[in-house]
């Protein structure tokens, strides 16, 4: 089922916590809300679910109006962030809950609910746990019951709220790639709230970038790594350098140094931020004829995994730079901290700054 | 103003092993345990003795002839009848306020909380005073319900009444603070699934706080049926017909029958005892739970 | 009333009951107190509350009270800390028994305590030959306050030292200082606002008790009658505007006493997070 959200607002007394925003998913597609703490994007996924009403703007499930449908009646499944399981209830019970509380005429029979029941744990291989009650269970299982309870009213869009926010870093990560799998299995329209870029990357078919409740950016995980489309999308997804910079006929000028850019050709001397990802920062021990190059001394090494980071001071500013470089180039330049080295800035991507 | 709510009292008996930096020396210990002691059995353990004693001084056969009088009995049976009606209805008060209070923001909040609390505060006493105004002979409503034949002071449903008063936060007092606690994702996610709001009351909050509910009743039930004050002031003490076992105690204590009067007060230190046990029984569950949790967060 | 932001349903109907229900058992009742006082012109009023015979019970009434509150503040703190700190057989019976007060019938106790210290009792026959009268004076008044005040500090006071850390008292003696220093300096601050609501959760709960009182006091006027009997009084000789007068002043202090405990819990429930 296709999701089309259109112009939501809402305010949470003075704070405005959604800011006119519009988004279409399509049909069995896992999409990432990500954003930063506060950036409205649980309070848009409660919307969608129906837990919040939204001040003004529409939901449409499947092209039908869905705004005032009641929660119950929405057919979505919603996983809390921090579980919510029912404490009183066994694993079997909690995962029975929705096909019990039907209306008699829609109820399953027993027997064919402690069939999907059964059916829905072994989907998230926790069958043997059915007669234990929440407060027994490790983080991850509790996450995955959760899930089994949200898939047992076979809703038409799964919703999580931070899904694996509250796991410790191994199980996280074991857990994401456990949820991609199970989506390609399921093909069921999702959408999932996080905070963490990498968990977002990693999992969805499209990230939905929120700030300050607006929506920043819309692209697959390569789209919007590659092609941020705001500085707010290049700080949030990934390590960035960033330059103060003044633009002039296709040409960015960072302290003395002008880089050439493929863009803003007509632009005459405007204030811009400038950014570089530090895999795209270029070191070497010598001036590389007439690329533009910025003079820097290796300020810190660290240099433990297959990459290693390099902190650059620049000659003319206290500005620092990071860089990473593989280690196979680290030690073909056998750097030393201290070292003066000539920095290149491979990929350079400004914003004007329009405040200016 | 009652004792604290349930989840204060969970965390009872905690074993916390102590150095000798922040101990005391062990004679200063002793002391202070037998100073505790003392203090406790002038004033808790030797009064509930005597209630005993003093119920038997003339012989179990005393004691039981002073239960089975035709007037013990009716009060007995005035009291359980009070107790039936001012629990259940204020059971049905307390979840309806819980549920309003915890689960939903609202403006004037803290002023409703405290309201709630009012009758903890008003001496019981004046608790039966404003009945009798409203429904004595000269009362707001009174000579109404006497044209009809319907009396309220000096008869049954004046006495369920002011139970009900004196007993009215008690459960509402132990249910806010722990639904507070809960927050409402279980029940937001009983919506989810599907449920209509009467099935996650049913199956998702009320079990949830089922030990605080009890707690609540049990102290609900204590107070309704050892009420003494305010039912005083609006019972009339007809013998035989509007006497609770409490007041039934005060007549025969003031006729100098101090046998029969400890008879009955012993049933009501019975049902006090038996309280206590329950109250203990319910925060040793709590707390069983509580450290059950804290073991599989571990 | 509400703004609603919240799809849980059922909160129109349990509010409206909330409020339709403490109306009715609660507010109206108490409202009917105060309406029936305007029967009295002001001097009516002034002359019935400020009777010598009145006057009189209101300084035993709140006297003793005190007095009682008082008791309770330095022997509830001292049991909540043995039940916290140490060991010692039977502890969980005592513990348990600590609420006896809120569990026993009022009537029951006043009988029982007046059987204990009266002149013939277990403990009044031992005091009587040093001259200390307790049954029918206003010592029995205190004596009986003391019992049905007694839970109230032990079971606000416990909790907190319950969760008073050990560290900071073990960092208090790191840093040189000695047992009583540790007490006075850093575990007497954290307990003290919860120590306060309970002696005044003590207080507002004697000056409005009855049943355990009038046993053992003998209710002799201007020496052992306290204001609840002086309204029941007033009210078997049918004089209901002069005892709803009484009523009316006592029902203003425990208002406003009740306003006060609410500010001190509040205060307390910040303390303690503060201290954490």
């Known amino acids: ?356 | 103003m009652s004792s604290a709510p349930i989840s204060q009292h969970s965390s009872y008996h905690k074993k916390v092993a102590r150095s000798r930096a922040t101990s005391e020396p062990i004679w200063i210990r002793w002391l202070l345990i037998g100073i505790t002691l003392m203090f406790l059995s002038l004033f808790l353990l030797v009064p509930l003795a005597a209630v005993f004693t003093e119920a038997l001084r003339k012989g179990f056969d005393t004691y039981i002839t002073a239960l089975s009088d035709p007037d013990a009995l009716s009060s007995i049976k005035l009291t359980l009848i009070a107790a039936a009606i001012a629990v259940p209805l204020n059971l049905v008060f307390g979840v309806a306020a819980a549920w309003a209070i915890a689960k939903f923001e609202f403006r004037g909040k803290s002023i409703l909380i405290t309201l709630i609390d009012l009758p903890f505060a008003v001496s019981p006493v004046i608790a039966g005073l404003i009945y009798v105004l409203i429904f004595g002979m000269q009362g707001w409503v009174g000579s109404t319900l006497i044209d009809h034949d319907l009396k309220v002071i000096f008869a049954i449903p004046g006495i369920v009444l002011a139970t009900v008063f004196v007993t009215f936060p008690f459960v509402a007092r132990e249910l806010i603070p722990l639904m507070q606690a809960q927050g409402k994702d279980e029940e937001e996610a009983g919506l989810v699934l599907g449920a209509s709001g009467w099935q996650i009351l049913w199956r998702i909050t009320l079990p949830n706080v089922k030990w605080g509910l009890l707690y609540g009743v049990i102290l609900t039930n204590a107070r309704a049926m050892g009420e003494f004050g305010a039912v005083s002031v609006v019972s009339g003490h007809i013998r035989g017909m509007t006497n609770t076992m409490p007041l039934h105690v005060e007549i025969l204590y003031n006729e100098y029958n101090y046998a029969a009067a400890f008879a009955v007060a012993s049933l009501l230190a019975l049902l006090a005892l038996v309280t206590l046990a329950l109250k203990s029984f319910i925060e040793w569950n709590v707390e069983r739970n509580a450290q059950q949790h804290e073991q599989s967060f571990n | 009333m509400a703004k609603q932001k919240n799809v849980l349903p059922g909160f129109n109907l349990s509010l409206g009951y909330t409020l339709l229900y403490l109306s009715l058992i609660v507010l109206i009742p108490l409202s009917a107190a105060f309406i029936k006082t305007t029967e009295l012109s002001f001097n009516e009023f002034w002359a019935v509350v400020t009777a010598p015979r009145v006057l009189a019970s209101y300084k035993l009434t709140f006297g003793a009270s005190l007095l009682a509150a008082l008791i309770n503040a330095v022997f509830g703190l001292l049991t909540a800390w043995v039940l916290v700190r140490y060991r010692f057989p039977g502890k969980k019976i005592i513990d348990a028994l600590v609420d006896l007060p809120f569990a026993l019938p009022t009537a029951v106790a006043g009988i029982a305590l007046t059987a204990v210290y009266a002149g013939n009792g277990w403990i009044g026959s031992w005091l009587e030959p040093h001259g200390i009268k307790v049954a029918f004076t206003p010592l029995g008044v205190i004596i009986a306050l003391t019992f049905i005040g007694l839970p109230f500090v032990v079971r606000t006071v416990q909790p907190v030292l319950e969760d008073l850390e050990a560290e900071t008292e073990e960092a208090a003696a790191s840093l040189g200082a000695n047992r009583w220093q540790t007490f006075t300096k850093i575990i007497f601050p954290a307990i003290w606002p919860a120590l306060l609501t309970g002696f005044a959760l003590a207080f507002a709960r004697a000056i409005g008790e009855y049943g355990s009182v009038i046993f053992i006091a003998g209710n002799v006027p201007f020496v052992s009658e306290i204001t609840p009997l002086i309204i029941i009084t007033k009210l078997e000789q049918y004089e209901y505007a002069s005892a709803t007068a009484v009523a009316v002043v006592m029902l203003v202090i425990s208002f406003l006493l009740l306003f006060a405990i609410n500010g001190l819990q509040w205060w307390s429930n910040r303390h303690v997070s503060a201290v954490r």
């Open chain 1, 1 to 356: 089922m296709s999701i089309e959200i259109r112009n939501i607002r809402k305010n949470f007394g003075s704070f405005s916590a959604l800011n006119d925003v519009s988004l279409d998913v399509p049909s069995g597609e896992l999409v990432a809300l990500l954003g930063p703490s506060g950036c409205g994007k649980t309070t848009l996924l409660r919307i969608i679910a129906g837990l919040e009403t939204p001040d003004s703007g529409s939901i449409h499930f499947h092209g039908e109006d869905a705004t005032a449908r009641q929660v119950r009646d929405r057919e979505v499944g919603f996983v809390f962030q921090h579980y919510a399981l029912f404490r009183h209830m066994t694993v079997f019970e909690n995962v029975a809950f929705g096909l019990r509380v039907r209306p008699k005429e829609t109820r399953p029979s027993d027997a064919e609910i402690k069939r999907r029941v059964h059916e829905l744990l072994e989907l998230v291989q926790l069958d043997w746990l059915a007669d234990r009650y929440p407060p027994q269970l490790s983080g991850g299982q509790r996450q995955r019951i959760a899930l089994a309870r949200a898939l047992a009213v076979e809703p038409k869009v799964l919703l999580l709220d931070e899904p694996f926010g509250a796991l410790d870093a191994k199980v996280r990560k074991e857990l994401r790639r456990w949820l991609r799998r199970l989506h390609d299995e399921l093909h069921i329209t999702s959408i999932f709230v996080t905070h963490d870029q990498e968990e977002a990357l990693e999992v969805a078919d499209r990230v939905v970038v929120i700030n300050k409740g607006r929506i920043e950016q819309v692209g697959s995980p390569q789209e919007v790594y590659d092609h941020p489309s705001s500085p707010f999308v290049y700080q949030f997804l990934g390590n960035v350098n960033q330059f103060q910079s003044h633009i002039h006929q296709g040409e960015a000028k960072i302290g003395d140094v002008g880089v050439k850019i493929d863009a803003h050709h007509e632009t005459q001397n405007c204030a811009a931020l400038a950014f570089v990802r530090p895999h795209d920062i270029e070191v070497f021990k010598e001036r590389q004829g007439d690329k533009p190059v910025f003079e820097a001394v290796v300020s810190y090494i660290h240099a433990i995994g297959p990459l290693v980071r390099l902190e650059l001071k620049r000659a003319d500013q206290e500005e620092l730079i990071e860089a990473e470089l593989t280690q196979v180039r680290f030690r073909e330049l056998g750097l030393v901290q201290g070292e003066h080295v000539f920095v290149y800035p491979r990929n350079v991507r400004v914003f004007l700054d329009k405040s200016a």
